[in-house]
């Protein structure tokens, strides 16, 4: 009731929020502060103020206030168990292996809920799991750069890899450095993708700062091989594209200096229901997960 008046600074609002009289919201007010010994509240007849005790109660009491709440969600949902519907939805061949080992797990776990699995494309997968056509995105973490989306964990580090046409130049090398791409143009990724992703797969320069220079934009990663075959400039993917997109027309040559990719799943903070969380804690727990 106090946090209610601290946020309202109205009598008859706080009563209507709480479902109780005005005079119990006074008398209750009133006994408190004599418990404190000193006025939480300046009332006049045209305003409620909060007095400097008042406001230090209150932003005291908020943040237990909401772990309580937090606590009695929990406790709701562990007596409910997990039912309903989660909807899951994947980016690119490598996350929807890594949602596959987690649906199974969390269904095994969980035969109540059933999952929807989903894929989604670049240019709409950030912008689904906003409007809330998706609960739960598996993806490159980088695409999560986003201010009310959590990321994580990490399920998976993969070695990062350049593709390059089989009759290309460093299709002969063992292995290959980032400086490398300032001599060859970079397939440019879908202009929609989130610029964190943008910023690591074209990059303007290399880490000594040569200038990277820019091949045609693909729409689609089997658009990028097909332009990276075509001889049309070079790629970086992670290292399942060897295994999961086979070509006889394309090389893929490990790099010896560049950071790893990471893959997991992300969800909207607003979202954190215990259906997203037991799901998630079974992705951690799937086989082949980074742990």
Same mark, same amino acid.
């Given at each position: 009731?106090? =946090? ?18 005005? $005079?119990?919201?006074? +008398? ?9 010994g000193?006025?939480? *509240? ?26 309580m ?8 949902d562990a ?10 939805? *994947? ?5 929807? +292996? ?7 797990? *969390? $269904? @095994?776990? &969980?035969? %109540?809920?059933? /999952? &929807? ?8 997968? /950030?912008?689904? =799991? ?5 609960? /739960? ?11 009310? /989306?959590?990321?994580?964990?990490v ?7 350049? !593709?390059?046409? !089989?009759? &290309?130049?460093?299709a002969?090398? @063992? ?15 879908? !202009? %929609?993708?989130?610029?964190?992703? +943008?910023? %690591? ?15 045609? @934009? !693909? ?22 594209v ?12 490990? *790099? ?5 990719? &990471?893959?997991?799943?992300?969800w ?12 998630? +804690? ?6 082949? $997960?980074?742990?």
């Amino acid at each position: 009731m106090l =946090l209610t008046l601290a946020e309202e600074l109205h009598f008859g609002r706080t009563a209507e929020r709480v479902g109780v009289t005005s $005079s119990r919201v006074s +008398q209750t007010v009133k006994k408190l502060e004599r418990m404190i010994g000193a006025p939480l *509240f300046e009332r006049t007849s045209r305003q409620v103020r909060l007095t400097a005790i008042g406001r230090r109660l209150a932003d005291d009491l908020a943040p237990l206030a909401a772990a309580m709440n937090d606590a009695v969600g929990r406790a709701i949902d562990a007596g409910r168990g997990v039912t309903g519907e989660l909807r899951v939805g *994947f980016l690119s061949a490598a996350a929807g +292996q890594l949602l596959l080992t987690a649906v199974a797990r *969390f $269904s @095994r776990r &969980h035969p %109540d809920c059933e /999952v &929807h699995i989903h894929e989604v494309q670049g240019h709409d997968a /950030v912008a689904r =799991l906003l409007d809330g056509d998706i609960d /739960v995105l598996f993806t490159d973490l980088l695409i999560a750069a986003q201010p009310d /989306v959590v990321a994580g964990p990490v399920l998976l580090s993969e070695p990062r890899m350049l !593709a390059v046409a !089989a009759g &290309h130049p460093l299709a002969r090398e @063992r292995q290959v450095s980032v400086e490398a791409l300032a001599d060859h143009p970079v397939i440019g990724v879908p !202009a %929609d993708m989130p610029e964190a992703f +943008q910023r %690591d797969r074209n990059p303007a320069a290399t880490p000594s700062g040569a200038p990277i220079p820019r091949g045609p @934009r !693909a729409a689609s990663f089997s658009e990028t091989l097909t332009l990276v075959a075509a001889g049309r400039g070079v790629f970086p993917v992670g290292e399942n594209v060897v295994r999961l997109y086979p070509r006889p027309d394309i090389t893929y040559l490990p *790099f010896c200096d560049a950071p790893p990719i &990471h893959w997991g799943p992300m969800w909207l903070r607003t979202n954190t229901t215990r259906r997203v969380r037991e799901f998630v +804690q079974a992705a951690q727990a799937a086989p082949g $997960s980074t742990r």
